[in-house]
C-alpha cells in the first residue's frame, strides 16, 4: 500500500479554507439568519459526509505502522477542529435561549441530548466555552487545531 498523505494546513491564514476563503468570506459576512448560514451549513455536512466515508473505508491492519500514524495525527487534528467549532457553537446556543423553545431546562440539557453525554459534561462545554471568551490567544489556538479540549 502507497503512503498516506497527511494534510494540513500550512498556508499564511490559517483561517481559511481550501478555497482561500476566510470564515467571513464562507458565511458570507452576513448577519445571523441570512442566506450565509445554509453556505457554512454546507461546508459541515460536506465535511461530516467525507470522514463518513473515510471512516468507512478505513481498514487499519491493511496499514503500515507509520500510514496509521500519519492517519492518526490527521484525526487528532480533526477532532481539535470539532472540538473548536463544538464549544463555539454551545454557547451560542445558550445565549440564543433555543434551549426553551425546544422545551429544555437550560443550554446544558439540549446540548447533553444532542451529544449524547451527560448534562454534567454539557456543563462542562458551556463553561470551557464562555471561558474562551476571555482567552482570544487560547480561543485563536483551538480554532487553528493547536489545542485539545
Not at 23 to 44: K, Y
Not at 61 to 76: F, H, I, P, R
Not at 92 to 112: C, F, M, V, Y
Request: charged content about 20%; hydrophobic content about 35%.
Amino acid at each position: 500500500m502507497s503512503s498516506v498523505d497527511s494534510k494540513h494546513r500550512t498556508g499564511a491564514n490559517p483561517g481559511a479554507d481550501v478555497a482561500g476563503n476566510t470564515a467571513g468570506d464562507v458565511a458570507g459576512g452576513g448577519p445571523s439568519g441570512t442566506g450565509s448560514d445554509l453556505r457554512l451549513s454546507e461546508l459541515f455536512d460536506q465535511a461530516s459526509s467525507s470522514l463518513h466515508r473515510a471512516v468507512t473505508a478505513l481498514e487499519p491492519e491493511c496499514l503500515t505502522g507509520a500510514d496509521a500514524q500519519k492517519l492518526y495525527t490527521s484525526v487528532v487534528e480533526v477532532l481539535r477542529l470539532a472540538t473548536a467549532a463544538k464549544l463555539a457553537l454551545a454557547t451560542r446556543i445558550e445565549s440564543s435561549n433555543i434551549w426553551r423553545d425546544a422545551g429544555h431546562k437550560n443550554a446544558a440539557s439540549l446540548i447533553a441530548e444532542t451529544e449524547g453525554v451527560g448534562v454534567g459534561q454539557a456543563h462542562s462545554t458551556l463553561e470551557t466555552g464562555k471561558a474562551l471568551a476571555d482567552a482570544p490567544e487560547t480561543s485563536e489556538a483551538l480554532r487553528n487545531g493547536k489545542l485539545s479540549e
